[in-house]
């Protein structure tokens, strides 16, 4: 049972880099989500999923891309990287939408320097 | 704006002591609420939720939680907590009309036994 699989699990950046955080479901469900878990803080959405080719804009989705192209990936691509973007990003699908359990990865910590 | 508010940040039990976590939530018309856990090294996972009907959930490990509609809360309760229970537990709640969770900033629960 693999579920919601997020990789890198740690990563460090220096300024301005860039990077793409991977996630992929084997659940076939429609809905995918990319959060944001700042210390202290509640998950804040970045960005969300519908289905393949359709996404659309959370909370907090400066700096931020993602594409859907198939089912089952939903990767977010960090451009220009800046500290504030430190943070511990989680990806999540659900088969309808959030009215349904959603299903989280594991994370995956992001330090940029 | 809609938001979701758990007052306890870090609470300490000791084993087989009650415990109740506070979740309130802003107006938003119809609601659904959940109770998501988060153990250390681990992913998010559903513990209830609740939709309709009967304002008292069950879900997972002997948790519980009630919908008080004039208070705009779902707070979490448990009778005797577990060493086992140790973990982050995050409230959320879909408004009507969106998409995804409004998560509140959680509540670092640490069980001693």
């Known amino acids: 049972n693999a579920g919601v699989t997020q990789t890198p699990k740690f990563r460090i950046l220096k300024i301005g880099q860039s990077m793409t955080l991977q996630c992929t479901q084997d659940?076939?469900?429609?809905?995918m989500y990319w959060y944001r878990q700042d210390p202290g803080m509640g998950l804040k959405l970045i960005y969300y999923?519908?289905?393949?080719?359709?996404?659309d804009k959370g909370e907090v989705p400066n700096g931020y891309n993602v594409s859907r192209s198939t089912t089952e990936d939903f990767p977010l691509r960090l451009e220009l990287a800046a500290p504030s973007q430190t943070s511990v990003y989680f990806c999540?699908?659900?088969?309808?939408?959030?009215?349904?359990?959603?299903?989280f990865g594991e994370g995956s910590w992001l330090t940029v320097v | 704006a809609q938001s979701v508010s758990q007052h306890n940040h870090h609470v300490i039990l000791s084993e087989a002591a009650s415990l109740e976590l506070g979740c309130n939530y802003s107006?938003?018309?119809?609601?659904?609420l959940f109770w998501y856990v988060q153990y250390p090294g681990q992913h998010l996972q559903l513990l209830l939720k609740?939709?309709?009907?009967?304002?008292l959930v069950k879900g997972i490990k002997g948790f519980e939680a009630e919908f008080i509609k004039s208070k705009f809360s779902f707070n979490l309760r448990k009778p005797s907590v577990q060493w086992s229970d140790t973990a982050e537990y995050f409230c959320?709640?879909?408004?009507?009309?969106?998409?995804?969770?409004?998560f509140g900033s959680g509540t670092r629960l640490q069980v001693q036994p």
């Open positions: 999923s519908v289905g393949a080719g359709i996404t």
């Open positions: 659940m076939n469900h429609n809905y």
């Open positions: 959320a709640v879909r408004y009507t009309g969106r998409r995804a969770l409004t």
């Open positions: 999540a699908s659900s088969e309808v939408d959030s009215g349904n359990t959603i299903y």
């Open positions: 609740y939709f309709s009907g009967d304002p």
């Open positions: 107006y938003g018309g119809t609601v659904n």
